[in-house]
């Protein structure tokens, strides 16, 4: 059995579908399940069983010899929510519950951390496992996620094999549930449709233009092919960036979307919401050596080509 927790999110759910493909149909998907919106993305998968996230533990403590392998995708993802407790809960104990219990049945371990650990940058976006300690996260979602690599890589006891990726901005089909939280793609493709115009975040850093904010975007389904090969991979553990290795700015990714929507360019910028504005990545660019480095072996998606892919094979068909 495969475990794939937030199954029915965003790459949860494309993270499934990528196992099916490949003929591995015994997975226990993990999440709520009480939001009828996001549970569409499980429809047409083959899935063992459906066990509740907050039973789950429970459910591993005593299934664990049967597990095969756990991706450990769910989270709260909410860049804007500031409940540190519940956070904590949720994303920083209940993940150091699960390694528990992999080391304890001896179940190999892939789980997401996050961009958002490196704060305004200030020590660089290398996956350098000295400089981990260091990083300063801008917002709790961050600090969450900060909080558990660092007490991972801090532990004697570990699974014989574990992953953290710190996804950077991922973009791609089964996003819609997100809302606020999702993609730039998602909002851009919409308000496009909508009225033919996209409305930007201005820049309230003078070292960045309006537009030129840039940011590591990197094609969900790049991000589920790193998840499939490390499950095969089985060796060198530890922390790994995963972007696309190359930032890029707002501007380029509205440009692709109208050129993929086959529409005229029409953009134009508002103020940063005030409640987000202190706490801005203006510069976010993944380091992928060291993940290159252990023998991955594909080239990352382009934004230009993986816009084009999300926007006519899936946006314009929903």
Not at 85 to 100: G, H, S, V
Not at 255 to 271: C, G, P, Y
Request: net charge negative; proline share 3%.
């Amino acid at each position: 059995m495969i475990v794939v927790t937030g199954a029915v999110g965003f790459i949860g759910s494309q993270l499934i579908e990528k196992l099916n493909n490949e003929n591995f149909n015994d997975i226990i998907a993990v999440d709520n399940f009480d939001r009828e919106d996001k549970n569409k993305n499980l429809l047409g998968l083959k899935i063992k069983e459906k066990i509740d996230r907050d039973i789950f533990i429970q459910w591993l403590s005593k299934n664990g010899k049967a597990v095969e392998f756990i991706f450990h995708i769910g989270a709260k993802t909410d860049t804007t929510l500031f409940d540190v407790e519940l956070l904590t809960k949720m994303n920083t104990q209940y993940t150091k519950d699960i390694w528990k219990l992999c080391i304890e049945h001896q179940i190999p371990l892939v789980y997401a951390s996050s961009a958002a650990t490196y704060g305004l940058g200030e020590f660089g976006y290398d996956d350098n496992e000295a400089e981990i300690p260091k990083l300063k996260p801008l917002n709790p979602y961050g600090q969450s996620k900060q909080d558990f690599d660092v007490w991972a890589l801090e532990q004697e006891e570990k699974p014989f094999f574990w992953t953290g990726l710190k996804f950077f901005n991922v973009y791609g089909p089964n996003e819609y549930h997100k809302g606020r939280m999702a993609s730039v793609v998602w909002h851009a493709y919409n308000q496009i449709l909508k009225t033919d115009a996209m409305k930007l975040f201005r820049s309230h850093n003078p070292d960045y233009k309006d537009g030129e904010q840039m940011r590591d975007f990197v094609y969900v389904k790049d991000v589920i092919d790193v998840c499939y090969w490390l499950m095969h991979h089985r060796k060198d553990s530890g922390i790994y960036n995963l972007g696309s290795g190359k930032a890029r700015t707002f501007l380029d990714l509205t440009i692709s979307v109208f050129n993929a929507m086959d529409k005229n360019e029409d953009i134009s910028f508002i103020d940063t919401p005030e409640d987000i504005r202190d706490k801005y990545q203006y510069f976010t660019e993944a380091n992928m050596a060291k993940l290159k480095s252990i023998g991955y072996p594909k080239e990352f998606t382009t934004l230009e080509e993986g816009v084009e892919d999300y926007v006519k094979n899936y946006l314009l068909n929903l």
